[in-house]
């Protein structure tokens, strides 16, 4: 079960410092973002700007020391519950607000926003539940730790991606219809 925690760990430090950085090198699209919710106000988005990506950097910091792992993966849960009731009741509102969750996008948040955002929280939820059961240590075992690198980066690559993994999918727009 440790390799399994480790390779939670590494993708949720990883996704979480992709999103920090993401959303600090354009703090603007991440608070205008807000504004589509319809349920931040305007005095609270510029804080939210700095404050989103400094919980997810404090949040990888503490999945990265050994001694703050299971503080880290508990921090990491109740984030992502957050993380999957935003784009969730933006669906339910019926909004169409763009995911600047890595950056600013055109894509609308949706049922795939929502997905990512729960295997997060899965992931952080099986993390933490090892963690409080047998420690927050790394495996000894080279094959098993090389095993939780690669799951690891595939769970980072599809979070990360999601939008782009998701257009492959959609149906082409006909010639001819002008992009509509």
Known sequence: MLFVSLACRLALAAVMTLAAVAKLRAPGAFAASLEGFGFVPARLRRPLAVLVP????????????????????????????????????????????????????ETPMGGVHIARNAVLLAAACLGSAVALTRGGGVPGEPPGIALAVVAAGLLTTLAVFVDDIAALFRAPVPAGDGGR
């Open 54 to 105: 400094a919980t997810e950097l404090l949040i990888a910091l503490l999945l990265a020391l050994p001694a703050t792992v299971t503080a880290g993966f508990l921090a990491a849960a109740l984030f992502c519950c957050g993380l999957t009731a935003v784009p969730t009741l933006v669906v339910v509102r019926g909004q169409k607000v763009a995911c600047a969750c890595f950056g600013a996008s």
